[in-house]
């Protein structure tokens, strides 16, 4: 393939328009523009600190209590030296 000319474009903006229309392509552009302006703005939201967030529950601990059963498959055999 050789390097495309001006004239290549021409002739394939050309065949874009009459299969899509000049409406439909300018309707898919403003689309394109208001991806990118979201995106931008996702972006710039990412870079604000996010707030703490309040757990709706206090947080809870379990504590091990001697003499209780392992769960299965964890062994409670501690070998020392």
Do not use: C, N, Y
């Amino acid at each position: 393939m050789g390097s495309t000319s001006i004239w290549h474009w021409i002739v394939v903006g050309l065949i874009v328009v009459l299969l899509f229309g000049r409406g439909k392509i300018s309707d898919m552009m403003g689309d394109v523009a208001k991806g990118i302006k979201a995106f931008k703005k996702g972006m710039a939201e990412d870079d604000t600190p996010a707030k703490p967030v309040q757990p709706s529950e206090p947080v809870r601990t379990i504590d091990h209590q001697a003499g209780t059963a392992a769960p299965t498959g964890a062994t409670t055999d501690h070998k020392v030296g």
